[in-house]
């Protein structure tokens, strides 16, 4: 956030201090620009090249350019990301709302995978646009945080009534077999193949259910928050700012770590802070963020990190700097977002593309992906939103 300076500075004529402030505020003020530029230049990219139009019912491929044996649509996952863009391309200044009519269709084209037979998002539209496919616990709820965010902004009740019924959905992963190693924590998927519990389901829906909480004051909401954070804390924390993948039901944990479960762990702390008031919450979030940035950015390791769980760590870190304002939180996201700019766009199409694994240089054999070229979007805009505005990311 902007230095706070008092307008005495501002009156100094030539004097060092006034030069300063003001060269200062210029320097931001051209910086936020630039950001915003570049989100608005990826997301005509986007849309130019993965999106299908009202032709396509409004949804997005999953790589470009398709090829024979693709999918017609991308998975509900890249579209999800596609909205989370929209809506922060939507809140870029000075301009607030100029892309609204692009956010209603990308709410629109979700509920094409919703899945009223089970309550739940699809991973894959069900008919009859295509075969559907088992709902996974944490694409709903990423996308159950994408109509809770669209709600605090137009307050349609509608949005939150749907946040609702996907969160009432993502409490059936709860695991309650007493049979199976580290009780609690929530299944991966909905489906009988599923063998393990997931951090990122568990920390996602701590965050989801925190924001419920804060919307509707149901004290339900704050005790699946504060327990499904425990949990998470509880099993599955390597060290500060670090947590394993997930665990299976015979107790072997995958030890993966991956920058999205340090974000979703530091946003969960921070909204339960928040709804609260709990300083204990804000100091963990803090420590997180602390170990956290210090690991995903020493020798640039986040830049091998898929872009998408790279910008959910940094939305989280951005959520955090809106309760306690931390330059370096910033100043570590406009270095990843230069990195990527450099390195993994395509000037002749403007399209982003990484390794096979999602992250790194990019694989001229790896198509540009829908999710990972939202990931770039979200960065980009975030940082060229208002610093105010970050109370609001999800």
């Known amino acids: 956030?902007?230095?706070?300076?008092?307008?005495?500075?501002?009156?100094?004529?030539?004097?060092v201090l006034g030069v300063s402030a003001l060269t200062t505020r210029s320097a931001?003020?051209?910086?936020?620009?630039?950001?915003?530029?570049?989100?608005?230049?990826?997301?005509?990219a986007m849309q130019r090249y993965l999106y299908l139009g009202a032709a396509g019912d409004d949804m997005y491929l999953e790589t470009y350019p398709k090829q024979p044996g693709d999918n017609t649509y991308s998975y509900v996952f890249p579209l999800r990301e596609a909205t989370a863009a929209t809506i922060d391309i939507n809140r870029l200044p000075p301009s607030l709302g100029r892309y609204s009519a692009d956010v209603t269709a990308r709410f629109e084209a979700l509920s094409h995978y919703w899945d009223a037979s089970r309550g739940a998002y699809d991973s894959y539209p069900p008919a009859p646009y295509g075969s559907a496919g088992d709902p996974f616990y944490d694409d709903n709820t990423i996308v159950g945080l994408e109509f809770?965010?669209?709600?605090?902004?137009?307050?349609?009740?509608?949005?939150?009534?749907?946040?609702?019924?996907?969160?009432?959905?993502?409490t059936t992963a709860w695991d309650d077999d007493p049979a199976h190693p580290l009780p609690g924590g929530m299944h991966w998927v909905d489906a009988s193949w599923n063998t393990i519990k997931a951090t990122n389901v568990t920390s996602l829906a701590a965050e989801l259910a925190a924001h419920l909480f804060e919307l509707t004051r149901e004290r339900d909401y704050l005790d699946w928050a504060q327990r499904s954070y425990d949990w998470v804390r509880e099993a599955m924390r390597q060290s500060a700012g670090l947590y394993y993948n997930s665990v299976d039901f015979s107790g072997t944990i995958d030890k993966t770590l991956?920058?999205?479960?340090?974000?979703?762990?530091?946003?969960?702390?921070?909204?339960?802070?928040?709804?609260?008031?709990?300083?204990s919450y804000l100091n963990?979030?803090?420590?997180?963020?602390?170990?956290?940035l210090s690991y995903w950015t020493e020798n640039d390791r986040y830049y091998d990190q898929p872009a998408i769980f790279n910008a959910i760590l940094f939305a989280n870190l951005l959520l955090l700097d809106s309760v306690r304002h931390e330059a370096r939180f910033r100043q570590a996201i406009a270095h990843y977002a230069d990195l990527i700019w450099a390195r993994n766009r395509d000037a002749s199409t403007g399209l982003f593309s990484f390794q096979a694994s999602g992250g790194?240089?990019?694989?001229?054999?790896?198509r540009p992906q829908t999710v990972e070229h939202s990931a770039a979007i979200q960065i980009f805009a975030l940082l060229g939103w208002r610093p105010t505005d970050y109370s609001y990311v999800a």
Request: hydrophobic residues 45%.
């Open 148 to 170: 809770v965010r669209q709600y605090q902004f137009s307050r349609q009740t509608d949005l939150l009534d749907k946040a609702k019924q996907v969160f009432t959905f993502v």
């Open 28 to 44: 931001r003020a051209a910086t936020d620009n630039v950001w915003a530029q570049r989100a608005v230049s990826s997301y005509k």
């Open 1 to 15: 956030m902007e230095h706070q300076l008092s307008r005495r500075a501002f009156t100094l004529g030539a004097g």
């Open 258 to 279: 991956w920058s999205y479960n340090s974000g979703s762990m530091i946003g969960a702390a921070t909204l339960l802070h928040r709804v609260t008031g709990a300083g």
């Open 360 to 366: 790194g240089a990019p694989d001229p054999n790896v």
């Open 284 to 292: 963990l979030a803090l420590a997180d963020a602390d170990a956290a």
